[in-house]
């Protein structure tokens, strides 16, 4: 218990660290968000995942949430947890490997506050381009982290771009590196294709390490660095909602979930402009379901990171995505 207890306290302060916070206010409520984690579900096959967001909220006593993926589905939040530091955790059940655009706060008593989330960071050079999708799975033990994250890489080169692992490298807040011990299989990626969305995992980082960019290609003399901090950036209004919308008219359409909303398409997500209205079910049922989610990863996490503590950098584990993940690499975050 006190492993998994240190292993939460630990992820909050991971998630926090990944992103510049996105901030929203209606004038009298503020609300921070500092970051957010992906939790795999304890079903290998399950195409759902759990969705961490650490949020901090001045001037008002609670507020609810929903989170507005790329295709204008709405997901209303399923648990939250207040922390004693005065912040929560906001959980979300969602679509495996899903990619989002805003959050939707409403403060108790308050107006609506939209935030648009943060884009995909990317990096590239000459031959290619390099996507970061964050923090897929956590674990950890009394003496080190271990840290999986997700990436994509695209060939824009001049010729096949042979693509594994071990192109990349995990750096702390000192530029220590760490080397991949675990992640797919070497791929040959053609002229202008990119590999699907990948998993690369790391083990053996301290516990006082924190992990600050990914690097591709550390050693060379054109390498691809992506600064966690740096790069996590919101997306602009005209991603989120659209070249001939205004912030301002379309937040007025999102509406509370029992409603049908619509919320202006994107570019890249024209053709699915109607914003799609939960299903109607019972409160507390919803919040049951996730729970008993939360504590199935809970217990994965502690199964498994005595396996990972054994990974050595010749393991060689292939870690698959969703099928989904290529078609959404087309889409505004992507």
């Known amino acids: 218990m006190r492993i998994i207890v240190l292993a939460l306290l630990l992820a909050l302060a991971f998630g926090t660290t990944q992103a510049t916070p996105l901030q929203g206010s209606d004038g009298n409520a503020t609300v921070v968000l500092f970051g957010a984690t992906r939790t795999p579900l304890e079903d ?44 929560q955790l906001v959980y979300f059940l969602v679509p495996k490997d899903s990619l989002f655009k805003l959050m939707n706060v409403t403060p108790k008593g308050g107006a609506p506050i939209y935030i648009n989330w943060w884009a995909t960071p990317k990096g ?27 990436v994509r890489v695209q060939n824009n080169g001049t010729r096949n771009l042979i693509v594994c692992p071990e192109n990349f490298t995990l750096l702390d807040q000192w530029g220590w590196p760490y080397s991949p011990t675990l992640g797919f299989d070497q791929q040959i990626v053609q002229l202008g294709n990119a590999t699907d969305r990948v998993l690369v995992g790391f083990t053996g980082i301290s516990l006082l390490s924190r992990p600050a960019a990914l690097a591709y290609d550390n050693g060379a003399s054109n390498k691809i660095v992506i600064m966690f901090e740096r790069d996590y950036v919101p997306l602009s209004d005209e991603l989120v909602y659209g070249a001939n919308a205004t912030k301002s008219t379309a937040s007025a359409a999102i509406v509370q979930p029992a409603s049908v909303a619509a919320l202006p398409a994107t570019d890249q997500t024209a053709q699915s402009a109607a914003v799609q209205a939960p299903e109607q079910q019972n409160t507390s049922t919803k919040i049951s379901s996730i729970k008993d989610k939360v504590a199935a990863s809970k217990a994965r996490l502690a199964a498994t990171k005595e396996s990972l503590d054994k990974q050595t950098p010749d393991t060689n584990e292939t870690a698959s995505t969703s099928s989904n993940a290529s078609n959404s690499s087309s889409s505004i975050s992507a």
């Open 124 to 150: 590239s050079n000459d031959n290619l381009i390099v996507r970061y999708y964050g923090i897929t799975d956590w674990l950890i033990n009394p003496d080190e982290q271990g840290i999986v994250v997700q």
């Open 44 to 87: 290998e096959n399950a195409t759902q995942e759990i969705l961490k967001v650490d949020v901090g909220i001045m001037g008002a006593e609670n507020a609810t949430y929903q989170l507005v993926d790329s295709d204008n589905n709405i997901y209303p939040a399923g648990l939250y947890k207040p922390l004693s530091s005065g912040k």
